[in-house]
């Protein structure tokens, strides 16, 4: 719970942009996006998985049946958020300068 803790506190002090690993596929399911905090380490796949509906659990979400739909589906939901495509791309960088490894979930 202490993760779900400091991500919901990375929410309030940095932005943030949707990102699809390119090994996010879940076969059956789809691309599974993750969040990414500029200036923080690597990723935060988006939900548990696998997802077994136990206490503590979040249902993980699933966009697209392909790369380039998932990646699609992203763009969008960052242009909501007012993340621009430039601005997603810095995000993402920003995470990977202060990186070796992406996390995993």
Known sequence: MAANKEIAELFTKRRFCYF????????????????????????????TWPYEGKPGQVKPW?????????????EEMNDR??????LALDIVASSMSVSGEPRRG
């Open 81 to 86: 958020l007012g993340v621009s495509k430039k």
């Open 62 to 74: 699933f966009w697209g049946e392909d790369y380039d739909a998932a990646v699609k589906i992203a």
């Open 20 to 47: 699809v690993p390119i090994d996010g596929f879940v076969a059956g399911r789809g691309y599974r996006p993750s969040i990414v905090f500029e200036g923080e380490p690597g990723h935060h796949p988006v939900g």
